[in-house]
Nanobody, 131 residues
């Protein structure tokens, strides 16, 4: 069965760092584009970052550029989001999502972060940035 399981969230002081992991199973991660989204209380879900298959091109929301880095390890079936210089505004539930695409064909993602592109979603992990 298809599964995406996020982990690595927690409580951190402003300026601190966290590394989120998204463990994938039940589909071919190599051919998939992966996106990270977040949703803060009372706000709509927003795209944070994504990584394309094959060439590994990445995109970031303006609010996290220079602070967050997305990466993937296909052998470990895992996608990561390294978050540095965290701010209180980063507090949210973070979700990973997958667009499985087609076998042996590059699957692209865009900075528009259209939620409809992604077929599979994890349950989320809480990130809280507070002093």
């Amino acid at each position: 069965q298809v599964q995406l399981v996020e982990s690595g969230g927690g409580l951190v002081h402003p300026g601190g760092s966290l590394r989120l992991s998204c463990a994938a199973s039940g589909f071919t991660l190599d051919d998939s584009a992966i996106g990270w989204f977040r949703q803060a209380p009372g706000k709509e879900r927003e795209g944070v970052s994504c990584i394309s298959s094959s060439d590994g091109s990445t995109h970031y929301a303006d609010s996290v550029k220079g602070r967050f880095t997305i990466s993937r390890d296909n052998a470990k079936h895992t996608v990561y989001l390294q978050m540095n210089s965290l701010k209180p505004e980063d507090t949210a539930v973070y979700y990973c999502a997958a667009d499985p695409g087609s076998p042996m064909i590059q699957t692209m993602c865009t900075s528009g972060f259209p939620a409809g592109q992604y077929n599979y979603w994890g349950q989320g992990t809480q990130v809280t940035v507070s002093s």
